[in-house]
């Protein structure tokens, strides 16, 4: 006999990806940023961790929300601060979403929208993408139209596209929330779209950003949603309590006030990004353009797996990442490979050059 919910019984639940706890390894995995975050951060941490921590923290989080709103030119009222964007997700969730209610999003995309699916007992269908990670938008309209929530991770993930206003307009559920996760907008040509929260359909649009990448902030975890107030309100009655703690609230608002540091890593890992996509196809991989933070490469050969494990033999962690009944219903495999740090490019690159 189980104890657990069905819907929680019959999921296998989201598997993150591999996290060694000893040093040696290059990890090109995870899609961290490779950069420390700014020294403004560490100087708030240890200010933070000398100050109050017998109290609770700022329970919405006052001052990350007016450095986000100034950032973006936008009042306070409308940003919400969470614990990584993944819980921005789930507040989503939970807000707007009853069980059968259906959820929809792009496929290959983000998995977890389907495991915050499950444990929430919504219904969730793909909306498969073109071969060229375009969108099918006569395929997708009908599950749009039906759907309480529709997931856009933009740029996306794995293939590091980034999808036009016009596009995006056209996915809007009538009677539903459009979330725009822009968790690697910083590295996009066009850093946010933040523009289409004063469109006509701007109060069904909820944005979530992460600090984990452009921030290098992946350890510390912390995240917000921006949405009209209206949106903002009814999402706060479904948070914990307190769901950022004090060490966090300060680390975040000194990274978000420091933005030429942010920017100045941003802007190495762009041009990193270029030389390993330009290696890589010397090498006989396809590189799809990558707006974000990482390339979804695949080798002529189709041996994916067999690179993967061998460039783990090698202490060399990329991700390789499967999905089923994707693009003309045929599995879709490769290798997403985070940018590093020039040397880490060069490690892999080295390695690769051997195995192949």
């Excluded at 007992?121 to 006569?138: I, K, V």
């Excluded at 974000?292 to 061998?310: K, L, Q």
Aim: glycine share 6%.
């Amino acid at each position: 006999m189980s104890l657990f919910r069905p819907d929680v019984e019959r999921i296998a639940g989201y598997v993150p990806g591999e996290q060694p706890q000893v040093d040696g390894w290059t990890k090109l995995n995870t899609n961290e940023n490779p950069y420390p975050p700014s020294p403004r951060v560490v100087s708030a941490i240890r200010q933070a961790a000398e100050g109050r921590l017998n109290v609770y923290p700022d329970p919405v989080g006052t001052g990350v929300r007016k450095a986000v709103a100034e950032l973006f030119g936008l009042d306070p009222d409308w940003v919400l601060p969470t614990n990584g964007s993944d819980e921005a997700l789930t507040i989503l969730l939970r807000s707007f979403v009853d069980p059968r209610e259906l959820i929809s999003y792009p496929y290959p995309s983000y998995i977890l929208y389907e495991t915050l699916a499950d444990l929430q007992g919504a219904r969730h269908e793909r909306m498969l993408l073109n071969p060229d990670w375009t969108w099918n938008l006569d395929a997708a309209r009908p599950l749009v139209e039906q759907s309480k929530l529709v997931f856009v991770p933009n740029p996306n993930s794995p293939s590091g596209t980034r999808w036009s206003d016009e596009t995006l307009l056209k996915l809007i559920p009538p009677r539903g929330v459009f979330v725009l996760d822009e968790a690697y907008g910083d590295f996009a040509d066009e850093p946010h779209q933040m523009q289409l929260l004063h469109t006509d359909a701007g109060r069904q649009i909820v944005v979530t950003r992460s600090l984990s990448k452009s921030y290098s902030l992946a350890g510390l975890r912390f995240g917000f949603s921006i949405a009209h107030p209206d949106l903002i309100a009814g999402m706060r009655k479904v948070k914990d309590s307190y769901n950022c703690d004090m060490i966090s609230l300060a680390a975040a608002e000194a990274a978000i006030r420091d933005q030429e540091w942010m920017r100045a890593n941003r802007d190495r890992i762009v041009a990193t990004r270029q030389r390993l996509a330009t290696a890589l196809a010397d090498l006989g991989f396809d590189v799809e353009p990558s707006q974000a933070n990482f390339v979804w490469t695949t080798h002529s050969s189709g041996e994916h797996r067999d690179i993967y494990t061998r460039l783990k033999e090698r202490k060399i962690l990329v991700r390789l990442m499967t999905f089923p009944e994707a693009i003309g219903g045929k599995t879709v495999e490769g290798l997403r490979i985070t940018v590093g740090t020039d040397d880490q490019i060069d490690r892999l690159l080295e390695v690769l050059g051997e195995i192949l």
